[in-house]
């Protein structure tokens, strides 16, 4: 079976091809991804209007390319999946409209796909997958959760966050220090230049007694740091970068390492582009090390939002047997879905 993934949710458009056979791990055919950073980088951040034109610009020559790389017709493809949601609306319908539509003229059914079930079973594309049950920590630009995943569609929410999202806390906080957007890899960067103890940055709920985590609080703290600084030299910024990472990474390793504590669990899956932080992969390998559990992470351009992980996610549901689009091919966005409710229908 061949499944064709579609991801519109926010500002890349990705398109991607992956094979399943029974019950065997699906494989990736092919993938294309366009990526809209430098159209929003003049506005310092996602601009959603000119979001969902461009992708409506790019999702036809995306799907041309991806057919093109793994050699097949349309006529090939078996199953149509889609991001249906959370995400922004207008791009989400692109994506949705789009997939529902080729589905509908080639007569094969759609799926609608949760877009951080695609980002936390993305590993399962590596050549280091992991096994259920494993706790899930999502990072992306929007959401910073702990899951507890016993299989497709059986997640347990263990802890999140009650503001800001860790990607939000990168990306704010590379604003303040006057990097481009997006700001988290940006500020990884610079914080290779400066002292993570330069700054004692807070580190928000680290002992709440729960796995929720808080990180507006940190960009205030960085705001108050840049001010009272006044001048702020290159070894400043490097400095209040590099505390700044170091204080959401803890935050982030340590609440891991209690959610794996308190499920008896031993393997961790990170996800989300925030997973692409080389620092919190350094910082996760040395504690997987101590103490005996593995960590597991998808291939690193697959950390970031992309088409494979939705077709893979659909793949992934497919060989459990659920149930696919209407017949009539009607469908509907959630531009708010919470994960533990994307269960098999
Ligand atoms: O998963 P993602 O691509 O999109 C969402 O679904 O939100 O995540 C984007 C977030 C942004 O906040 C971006 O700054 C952050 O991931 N990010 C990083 C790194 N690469 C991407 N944060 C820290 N270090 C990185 N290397
Ligand atoms: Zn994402």
């Known amino acids: 079976m061949k499944v064709l993934g579609i991801e519109s949710s926010c500002d890349e458009t990705g398109v991607a091809l992956v094979q399943v056979d029974g019950p065997g791990t699906p494989h990736l055919l092919a993938q294309a991804l366009h990526s ?6 003049a506005y310092g ?60 003229a080639l007569g094969r059914p759609a799926l609608g796909v949760h877009h951080l079930e695609g980002h936390l079973l993305s590993p399962f594309l590596s050549a280091d997958a992991p096994t259920f049950p494993f706790v899930a920590l999502l990072v992306s630009g929007g959401h910073t959760q702990l899951m507890r995943v016993d299989d497709v569609g059986r997640y347990t929410l263990l802890g999140e966050t009650i503001d800001d999202a860790a990607g939000e ?23 290779d230049f400066g002292d993570p103890e330069a700054y004692d940055l807070p580190r928000p709920l ?33 400095n209040i970068a590099a505390s700044t990472q170091a204080a959401i990474v803890d935050v982030l390793v340590r609440k891991s390492l209690a959610a794996l504590r308190e499920t008896g669990l031993d393997r961790l899956v990170v996800a989300g582009g925030v997973g692409a932080n080389a620092h919190l992969r350094e910082e996760l390998e040395r504690e997987s090390k101590r103490r005996e559990f593995r960590a597991h992470y998808p291939e690193l351009a697959l950390c970031t939002d992309n088409g494979a992980m939705i077709a893979l996610a659909a793949a992934m549901r497919l060989q459990r047997g659920l149930a696919l689009s209407q017949p009539d091919y009607g469908f509907d ?9 994307a269960e098999i229908s």
């Open 169 to 191: 806390a990168f990306d704010k906080s590379a604003k303040l220090l006057g990097l481009g957007y997006p700001g988290g890899p940006a500020l990884a960067r610079l914080a």
């Open 333 to 341: 966005v959630r531009p708010r879905w919470p994960l533990a409710t």
């Open 36 to 41: 809209q950073i430098e159209m929003h980088r």
């Open 45 to 104: 951040g996602v601009v959603p209007e000119l979001a969902s034109r461009d992708h409506i610009r790019r999702v036809v020559p995306l799907t041309r390319e991806v057919l093109a790389a793994a050699g097949i017709a349309l006529a090939d493809i078996d199953l149509v999946a889609y991001t249906r949601g959370p995400g922004l609306a207008g791009a989400l319908l692109v994506g949705a409209g789009f997939a529902c539509a080729l589905a509908a």
């Open 206 to 238: 680290l002992r709440s007694g729960n796995l929720d985590f808080s990180f507006a609080g940190l960009k205030t703290a960085v705001r108050t740091q840049v001010l009272k600084l006044g001048n702020v030299c290159e070894l400043d910024r490097a």
